[in-house]
Structures are given as structure tokens and as C-alpha cells.
């Protein structure tokens, strides 16, 4: 008995580990991932972790793993600020194209309001980039330009030296401009002229420079290739007993159509340092107009109009000539006048330049024309500049009109958009549309709803009447249309000088099929809203 009870011992286990054994083996059962129960539950808690994480405040865990433990406590601490979400933003680039100086101190302003409406300098190098500010003409040494990209923008066009060479403008016949004689081509004709005319004075130029020179016939000397002569006026209108020029801020946005504007906030005003009479030929500070000029500010009749009371200079001339019972209207409308007629009287050559490359659509110019004005408030045109001075280095308070000139440029030819954009390339249809769309650039309604328009739409469309009709537009005519609506609604001071809106200018028998297809459409925006005229 004793022996076989000693055998059977082992397989019995006391009765008070029973309910301990069964525990352990159900706890086991519930993590062994080789068993059904393990495999449920895991499942089950890992997706009772991933529900409580979504539950969880966005930045609960990178803040909790960046916990120091040396922080002050929470309650203590300003709550942080969110970060920006992280996502790289391209900004729209531009180059400056400025071969002949290293130093850029009198492009400072031009970089200041390109930076302020959110381009980013880029590398000459690059092939690109969105706008090329070029100080000097680029044209002759950048064959490249030829190619440009659809969104590329040049502040020149090709052939602008038609308009701003200094002898071929004054060259040019206009009632605005002074009779004028190239040398020495032109001395036989310049002599005879003096002869028939002797009460007229002439000044000697030089064809680059601004060495003027007032001689007297004999003094003159005709065989110089590197002059010209142009007829001098001697009776100018004078402020405070001093001559003056006026600078207009001119920018050209299309060339056939033609579209032009003159920036109409202000007008550069610079008078000779010396007063005009008693007159001395011999002293040019009297009648030219040089870089150091006197400045409105300190002209005593326009100073109290200009510092003490914030009006711009155009504004202080006119309450000036106000003052002694003229019309200031006169000035502007002659000035205005003078650029539309010198600008297409040199709009052929510029198409004719233009042909040479992949697209006209890529330039714009903003120049400076010159004038000055008699005492019967007649105004002539003495120069175009390509590249005016935009530098307020010598004259500080100079830095808001040339700011504001470049503002207003870069706006109007759409470069200084108000919508956030990568380049200048075209954006989605959705923004476009939002700018402009046809809604905005439709014209003729009655008409294009005659029967005359809107049957046969593929033989009406050789009808004039027709050319606005939607279905009549080509792609070429819509861009035209949309970029002149857009100039219009960006002018802010930019004021279109052409086409003016005016009916009398279709009658212009001169005007390219482009000019008169601007021409009508402006028109007839003008007569359902003034704001175009």
C-alpha cells in the first residue's frame, strides 16, 4: 500500500491551488498571441489607442515628448503661439539689368517697391525669372529677349530709342516741338531759316549729352557732327522770376493697340537755381535746368501750398498760375495732347521692331517727357527719357513721387498684383475669371442681339457691326480686351491718355485696324460709364 500511494502522489495537486492555477492560465490565454483570446484582444486595444490619440488636442503629443523636466510650471507659462503651417511659399522674381555700374544706389526705390509687393531678387543667370528691370536699353546686347516666355515682362520695348533719342525726337514735326537741324546735313537749311526768321535765338546740343549752349549765329558752328541746333524760346513762364521744366511720368502698355497713360498724381517740377532776368547767355544756371536744380520746396510761391499744407507739386503750380487768373487746365491738356501725338507718330517703327521677336505682349516703358512752357501757357516738348531718374539721393523728398511712379506702373501692367501668386503666369480659371471675365469686356448688347449679328454668326462676323459679339472675338482680341479692362480697374493714378474714349478720334482715317478696334471698345465703354472717358 505504501509504495503505490507514494507513485500516485505526484499528479495530485492540493485543493487550495486549484482556483490559482486556473488564474494564471486564463491570464495567459489573454496575451498569447498564439491563442484566438490574445489575437482579439490586441486587436481590440490597439484600436481603443488609436481612438484615443484622434481624441486627442492636435499638438497633445509633440508637446508632451518635447517636455522638459525642468519647465516652470504650465499655470506659469504664456500659451504658445501656433506655428505657421509648414508649407514652402515661391514668391514671383525679378533681375536688374544694369551692365554699366556695379553700384544700384539710383535703382533703391525701383527694389524697395518690387520687395514690398512680394518679389524675390533673382540671379542674372536665371533663366527664370518674371520681370527684367533693365536701366540701360537691353535689347542690342541680350538676343535672348527675342524668346521670352509668355509671363516674362521687360520694362522697355524694342525700338523705344525712336521716341528717345534725343535728335530724332527733336526732329520730329510737331507744333510742340522746336524747329530743329541736324549737322551738318542740315546747315544750308538752318542758315536760311536764321536768315528768313532773324528775331529767333538758337541753342547748340549736344546729341547725348545735356551740354546746351545759347548762340548767336556767327558762334555756331555747323560743321559739328556731334550737335544739333534747335530754335530757342525766349519768353518763359517764370515762377518767382525763375524758369522751369516739368517732368510727366509716361507709361506705354501696348503697342498696336496703342495704350497710353501718364501718372496724373504728380508732375516733377525743377527750376533753374538763378532767376531768368536780367538774362546773361553766358550763365546756363539762367535757362538750363541741370542736376542741381532748385526743387518746389524751395520756391517761396509754392513752398506754403507744398510743406505746409501737403499739396503735390502739380497741385501747387496750378493754385500758382490760379493766382494770376489763367487756367492751369491749359498746361496739362497741351501735354497730354503732345505725348499722344509723338507716341504714334513713332508707333509704326516700334511695330516694325517688334516683329523680331516670339511676342509683343512681354514690354512695357516707363519714361519721362520734358517740357517747359511760355508765358502764354504754350507748351513744348524738349526730351523723352528712357530711364528717368528714379533716385531721391539728391533730393530726399523726391523718394514718394518715385515710389509712387513705380507703384503705379508695376499695378497697371498687372506686375503689383493684389492677388498672392507664385510668378506672373497665368493662374487658375477661377482667378482669372475673378479679375475679369466676359461679363466685363462685353459691349454692344442691342447690337449683337440684332438680327444683323446674331443669325449666321460665320458671315456676320466680316460685318463691323459685329467685331464685339462674343462669337466674333478671337483668343488675340479677348487677351486685348481683358488686358485693357485690367489696366483700367489697376490704374489708380495712372491716368489713359490713349485712346481717350473720345468719338471724334474714330474719325482718325490714320489709325492702324488695331488702334480703331481699341478705340471703338473704349469708346463705348466710356458712354455707359464716364469713369472710362
Request: with cysteine; proline share 5%.
Amino acid at each position: 500500500m505504501g509504495p503505490k500511494e507514494d507513485r500516485k502522489s505526484p499528479s495530485k495537486q492540493p485543493p487550495s491551488n486549484a482556483p490559482q492555477a486556473s488564474q494564471e492560465e486564463t491570464r495567459s490565454s489573454i496575451f498569447d498571441l498564439h491563442s484566438t483570446v490574445g489575437q482579439v484582444t490586441f486587436i481590440v486595444v490597439v484600436a481603443a489607442i488609436a481612438v484615443l490619440i484622434q481624441a486627442l488636442p492636435r499638438d497633445f503629443l509633440s508637446q508632451l515628448l518635447k517636455k522638459d523636466s525642468h519647465e516652470v510650471p504650465v499655470a506659469s507659462k504664456v500659451p504658445p503661439v501656433q506655428p505657421a503651417v509648414c508649407r514652402h511659399i515661391q514668391e514671383p522674381s525679378y533681375i536688374i539689368y544694369n551692365p554699366r555700374s556695379e553700384r544700384e544706389d539710383h535703382l533703391q526705390h525701383v527694389k524697395a517697391v518690387l520687395e514690398r509687393l512680394g518679389f524675390r531678387r533673382a540671379h542674372n543667370e536665371s533663366k527664370d525669372w518674371d520681370l527684367m528691370w533693365a536701366h540701360d536699353y537691353p535689347f542690342f546686347k541680350l538676343p535672348e529677349l527675342r524668346q521670352l516666355k509668355e509671363h516674362q515682362r521687360v520694362n522697355h520695348f524694342p525700338g523705344s530709342g525712336f521716341l528717345t533719342n534725343k535728335v530724332d525726337l527733336a526732329l520730329t514735326e510737331s507744333k510742340y516741338i522746336p524747329k530743329a537741324f541736324r549737322l551738318p546735313e542740315d546747315a544750308t537749311k538752318f542758315m536760311e531759316y536764321a536768315k528768313a526768321f532773324p528775331e529767333k535765338e538758337f541753342v547748340q546740343k549736344n546729341n547725348k549729352h545735356r551740354h546746351i549752349y545759347l548762340k548767336t549765329i556767327p558762334e555756331i558752328d555747323v560743321n559739328d557732327n556731334e550737335t544739333f541746333i534747335q530754335e530757342y524760346m525766349t519768353n518763359p513762364f517764370l515762377v518767382d522770376g525763375k524758369k522751369f521744366d516739368i517732368g510727366a511720368y509716361v507709361v506705354v502698355t501696348s503697342i498696336d493697340p496703342l495704350r497710353i497713360y501718364v501718372y496724373h498724381g504728380d508732375y516733377l517740377l525743377r527750376f533753374c537755381p538763378v532767376e531768368y532776368y536780367p538774362f546773361d547767355r553766358s550763365n546756363l544756371d539762367k535757362y538750363v535746368v541741370g542736376d542741381d536744380y532748385t526743387p518746389t520746396w524751395e520756391i517761396e510761391s509754392l513752398e506754403k501750398f507744398h510743406t505746409r499744407m501737403g499739396f503735390s507739386m502739380k497741385d501747387c503750380l496750378d493754385a500758382y498760375v490760379r493766382s494770376l487768373g489763367k487756367d492751369p487746365r491749359t498746361i496739362w491738356d497741351q501735354i497730354h495732347d503732345s505725348i499722344r501725338e509723338i507716341v504714334l507718330r513713332k508707333e509704326s517703327h516700334l511695330v516694325s521692331t517688334l516683329q523680331r521677336y516670339k511676342s509683343r505682349k512681354n514690354f512695357f516703358e516707363l519714361m519721362r517727357f520734358d517740357f517747359i512752357v511760355d508765358e502764354n501757357l504754350r507748351v513744348f516738348l524738349l526730351e523723352a527719357n528712357m530711364s528717368p531718374n528714379l533716385s531721391s539721393a539728391h533730393f530726399k523728398p523726391n523718394k514718394l513721387l518715385y515710389e509712387q511712379v513705380i507703384y503705379n506702373a508695376l499695378k497697371l501692367v498687372g506686375i503689383g498684383s493684389v492677388v498672392r501668386r507664385e510668378s506672373l503666369k497665368a493662374r487658375n480659371a477661377d482667378a482669372e475669371a475673378m479679375m475679369s471675365s466676359m461679363k466685363n469686356i462685353a459691349i454692344d448688347a442691342d447690337v449683337c442681339a440684332s438680327e444683323t449679328c446674331s443669325n449666321a454668326v460665320t458671315e456676320t462676323c466680316n460685318n463691323e457691326l459685329c467685331q464685339f459679339c462674343r462669337w466674333c472675338l478671337s483668343k488675340d482680341d479677348l487677351e486685348i480686351l481683358h488686358t485693357a479692362y485690367r489696366e483700367h480697374t489697376n490704374r489708380g493714378d495712372m491716368l489713359r491718355i490713349y485712346p481717350t474714349g473720345k468719338h471724334d478720334v474714330l474719325d482718325d482715317s490714320s489709325l492702324t485696324p488695331q488702334n480703331l478696334f481699341m478705340s471703338k471698345w473704349f469708346s463705348e465703354k466710356c458712354q455707359n460709364d464716364r469713369s472710362w472717358c
